[in-house]
């Protein structure tokens, strides 16, 4: 066997013993459009559905267990430093969204633990989302917060004109836990995320014309 063959099929064997794809199959994701950026440092497992034109930073892992679902639609853009974990629940990840820049997981990892992320959203700057939680389309999460067990409000995509129509969004530091958060609204925390500190978006933004 050539030496280079050797080399592949020793980096292959710790994959194929976690369940990964291999280096040939992460390259293989190309054939839809997706884009690997280093396939050496990509983990995917080979139970995790992946669409078409999605974009892979280096240091990136989707892993998934043979009983749950990891599902991602369509042009989405996976920064280094995202982890995404299906363990005993599913994640389903829809089209258009950004993951990363500093970091971004997400593990449904407890009882009945599932999360639902919408198109079109930014999860930024260290976001982790556990639990039952549920991001609509065009919400936003943006720093090191812990996200369990929350309903963000899909809307209008962050660059919409009107701030009070996007998704809503949470901006920060710290745990937000248990939140139904309404379209157009956003809480600002350090710390603790509490309801009562929710406002409208154009608190913050104000509104373009169309």
């Not at 884009?35 to 080979?46: E, M, Q, W």
């Amino acid at each position: 066997m050539r030496p280079d063959l050797d080399l592949l099929s020793a980096l292959d064997a710790p994959r194929r013993a976690a369940d990964l794809l291999t280096l040939e199959e992460v390259l293989g994701l190309a054939s839809r459009g997706n884009v690997i950026f280093d396939p050496f440092s990509v983990l995917i497992s080979r139970h995790v559905r992946i669409g078409e034109g999605n974009v892979f930073h280096p240091c990136v892992t989707l892993t998934c267990t043979a009983s749950a679902v990891l599902s991602l639609g369509d042009r989405n853009v996976f920064h280094t430093g995202t982890l995404m974990a299906a363990e005993t629940g599913p994640i389903s990840i829809g089209h258009g969204n950004q993951f990363g820049e500093g970091g971004f997981t997400a593990k449904a990892n407890s009882p009945q633990a599932r999360i639902v992320i919408g198109d079109g959203g930014r999860y930024l700057g260290g976001a982790s989302v556990f639990g039952q939680t549920e991001l609509g389309s065009g919400t936003q999460v943006l720093g090191a917060i812990t996200v369990d067990r929350c309903t963000l409000a899909g809307g209008t995509a962050f660059s919409g004109p009107d701030p009070d129509l996007r998704g809503s969004v949470l901006k920060g530091s710290g745990t937000a836990r248990g939140l139904v958060l309404g379209v157009g609204q956003v809480i600002a925390g350090s710390g603790a995320f509490r309801l009562e500190d929710a406002k409208p978006q154009s608190f913050f933004h104000p509104k373009r014309a169309p």
